[in-house]
């Protein structure tokens, strides 16, 4: 009695498993992941139907199917479901100016069945696709590559931004709208830095109240080209990159920030070498301080002239920074971004006042002896002469 | 009217010893060198001043060469107070070079002659008014550039003890005062010692007649009447010799402790400026705090607000309000990185754990926006 009804319970189960996987073919969400791994998507269509060219309805048959997840030899996963609404609201949808884009323009070498893949991990998909930006974007491309991140690329540092890190891949958005997402899209591989200027002057305003003129990174870092910030000359070249607004009355009035910061670095001792070093040895490293030495750079807080005495302590702790013998009194011999005014600086007013006047009185002193002798010679040239 | 003969006679009246000659030649060559590696720093921002530096070989290198003159100058300082003592202490010689009433009516003399109002010139001695100015700038001046150039030389130092308006202060009395000098020692010394007349006796020693006539009659004729001052007996000069070289060695050795004190006394800057160690990739940084402003960029920009609405009120098809949800930071976490079958699932790559922190907290902090 036992022997029939296990058959019969056998039977059933296979059938049950059969209508199972059948099912499972149908929908296409048999995907042999881990037996193929080299074959990322199930040819579940035949090869003869593929189109010569390939529509957006022709990729979605599979892509649009939720839950296709890839799974890469070393167990990363990638969706390849696309949001067919994600592309549209991207960039590269209807509002493209050159008409929405087809599947087949970037993935321009995806016909059917697809291409066998031998990346191994995510990233190096991601490395091996980020190329096909650059049949549009060729001058972006080409910029990325100069840059910091395309050498960083090369020199084996696969984390280095590429196209899709920063713009995404289908969901692209208009990367400076809003301005906001610019820092955003660094601070994301950029972390520690982001965290510094957040709550920095500039990033306050930038991220509380959307302001319009303090700088994203992109002010002043670039953006494809981005150089290394971190040599020489960058560092010399940096003040200017500063006075770009900081020397620009209508935008610094608006904040009643003086412009006169960068003219009274220039004729102070570290500007004017500083200077002479960006003019004739920019590859030179100098250890005169440029703007973010005290400033600082990605951590930059206002300035308020209002209260002196914490004011002065900050700055002894920032000419320390370089000159770690100084003492309370050292500060003072900064004069500071304001022009040198009597009652500020009295024996520096009183020396400049008393060169102003000794060096044409001696001059004057001398030159007229000098002429009384010039006289008599003119005067025995001309016979005069007793 | 005698006119001046213009054929070069004879050097014939000794004017200086070897020992001041050589010090004039230290003297020269250190304000050349001075006057070249300093005019450059004072007007830095003109091209002349810039190519004068390119030359240099740079700021730092025009800086390091105007500090070995500066140094020259200091040791010609210590010898010329060495042979000064010699002359007065050892070789009993008048301090001839001092100021004195009578070269105030020698220059008004001078000038009237000069004007034409006195008919013979003024009867001059060895040292004239008109050396006693070179001399006496020189000297006021070269003091004036030590003591203002160790002030910027050792910045920390000087404001240990003064102010710190000295410094600036140092800056333009060494800057200004240099170029006092630059000014009257081209057109005093210069004009007086090459354009009036020129005299080379500085590098020969000897000074011709008619010079001595012209500039220092009253030498001339104490020379001719033999009424100079007594020489001291070459005996007595050995005595004193005796007593003064310990004392000049023991002088010299502590003014070359000084200097050389000077120079090394403190390391203004630090070579190199070291930057605070931040991380330059750290795509998983732990934020400090929530930060409700950079959340709210978040809301906006990573697709959140597509579905849950602007003001995270809530969209359509039941999407739920997150403004002042109730989740734990821990769920909320989840949830993001996870997603459900409605919500799509935001990596790290794309939404890094420091952006959901900020997120939450504007979600659960901050009122409406």
């Known amino acids: 009695m036992s022997k029939p009804t296990n058959l019969h319970r056998s039977g059933l189960l296979l059938v049950i498993v059969g209508a199972a996987m059948l099912l499972w073919a149908l929908t296409g969400l048999v995907i042999e992941t881990h037996a193929a791994p080299m074959v990322p998507e199930t040819p579940v269509l035949n090869a003869d139907d593929a189109p010569q060219t390939l529509s957006n309805e022709y990729c979605m048959l599979c892509h649009a199917k939720p839950d296709r997840v890839w799974t890469l030899p070393n167990q990363d996963t990638l969706s390849l479901t696309i949001d067919p609404s994600v592309l549209e609201k991207s960039v590269h949808g209807s509002a493209n100016p050159e008409g929405a884009l087809a599947c087949a323009d970037c993935h321009v070498d995806y016909r059917f069945p697809h291409p066998v893949q031998t990346v191994r991990t ?31 690329l090369r020199s084996g540092r696969t984390e280095a931004a590429v196209c899709v890190d920063c713009h995404g891949a289908h969901d692209i958005q208009p990367p400076a709208e809003p301005r906001e997402r610019i820092s955003l899209t660094c ?79 220039l004729t102070d001792f570290h500007g004017s070498t500083v200077a002479l070093f960006e003019q004739q040895d920019p590859e030179v490293p100098t250890n005169k301080a440029v703007c973010y030495d005290c400033h600082g750079v990605h951590d930059i807080q206002g300035v308020n002239r209002g209260e002196a005495q914490p004011i002065r302590e900050k700055l002894l702790a920032v ?51 000098i002429a009384t002798d010039l006289f008599r010679r003119v005067r025995r040239l001309l016979g005069r002469d007793r | 009217m005698t006119p001046e003969p213009k054929s070069i006679e004879p050097a014939r009246y000794v004017r200086f010893s070897g020992v001041q000659r050589f010090e004039h030649l230290l003297l020269l060559i250190a304000f050349l060198g001075l006057m070249l590696t300093g005019l450059p720093q004072k007007y830095a921002v003109q091209e002349w001043a810039k190519t004068l530096l390119h030359f240099l070989g740079g700021i730092e290198s025009a800086r390091i060469l105007h500090r070995f003159f500066a140094l020259l100058l200091m040791v010609e300082v210590i010898l010329h107070v060495g042979a000064v003592g010699y002359r007065l202490f050892v070789l009993g010689k008048g301090a001839s070079l001092l100021p004195r009433l009578r070269d105030g009516r020698d220059l008004v003399n001078w ?30 001046g070269t003091v004036i550039l030590i003591i203002t150039g160790y002030m910027l030389w050792n ?87 005796r007593l003064y070289v310990p004392m000049a060695v023991v002088i010299t050795i502590v003014a070359s402790v000084l200097l050389y004190a000077f120079v090394t006394f403190e390391k203004t800057a630090i070579p190199t400026i070291p930057r605070p160690e931040v991380a330059i990739f750290a795509p998983q940084i732990k934020a400090a705090e929530g930060d409700t402003n950079v959340g709210a960029v978040v809301w906006a920009t990573v697709r959140c607000a597509l579905c849950h609405g602007a003001d995270a009120a809530g969209g359509q098809d039941g999407v739920p309000a997150l403004r002042g949800t109730n989740l734990s ?41």
């Open chain 1, 122 to 152: 995510a990233r190096e998909f991601t490395l091996s696709r980020y190329a096909s930006c650059r049949g549009c974007h060729e001058d972006e491309y080409r910029h990325n590559q100069d840059s910091v991140h395309g050498a960083a």
């Open chain 1, 187 to 265: 601070g994301k591989c950029h972390g520690a830095i982001f965290e510094q200027y957040r709550s920095s002057v500039h990033g306050t305003a930038l991220l509380a109240e959307s302001n319009p003129d303090v700088p994203t990174c992109i002010s002043c870092h670039g953006v494809h080209n981005i150089q290394n910030p971190t040599t020489p000359l960058f560092r010399v070249r940096s003040p200017e990159l500063c006075a770009e607004c900081h020397a620009d009355q209508s935008l610094m009035a608006k904040y009643n920030i003086s412009t006169q910061v960068f003219d009274s670095y």
């Open chain 1, 319 to 369: 000419c320390q920074q370089c000159h770690p013998g100084a003492e309370p009194n050292f500060p003072d011999a900064w004069i500071g971004h304001y022009p040198v005014e009597g009652g500020v600086h009295p024996t520096l007013t009183a020396a400049n006042g008393l060169y102003r006047l000794l060096v044409p009185v001696s001059i004057g002193i001398l030159g007229l002896l």
């Open chain 2, 111 to 140: 000038v009237r002659h000069n004007m034409g109002s006195k008919p013979e010139r003024p009867a001059m001695p060895h040292y004239n008014f008109i050396n006693k100015l070179d001399y006496w700038l020189t000297v006021i």
């Open chain 2, 155 to 241: 910045p920390v130092a000087t404001t240990h003890l003064l102010p710190g308006d000295a410094v600036p202060t140092a800056r333009v009395i060494h800057s200004e005062q240099a170029l006092l000098m630059v000014i009257l020692v081209v057109i005093w010394h210069g004009y007086n010692t090459l354009i009036r007349r020129f005299n080379g006796s500085i590098w020969t020693g000897k000074i011709s007649r008619s010079a001595m006539v012209s500039d220092h009659g009253e030498a001339l004729q104490q020379l001719e009447n033999g009424t100079q001052a007594a020489v001291l007996s070459p005996e007595q000069i050995a005595q004193r010799r």
């Open chain 2, 329 to 369: 930071f821990e769920n909320f976490f989840q949830q993001v990185r996870i997603g459900s079958d409605k919500m799509p699932a935001f990596r790290a790559e794309e939404l890094p754990d420091a952006y959901v922190l900020h997120l939450y907290t504007w979600l659960t902090t901050s009122s409406k926006p």
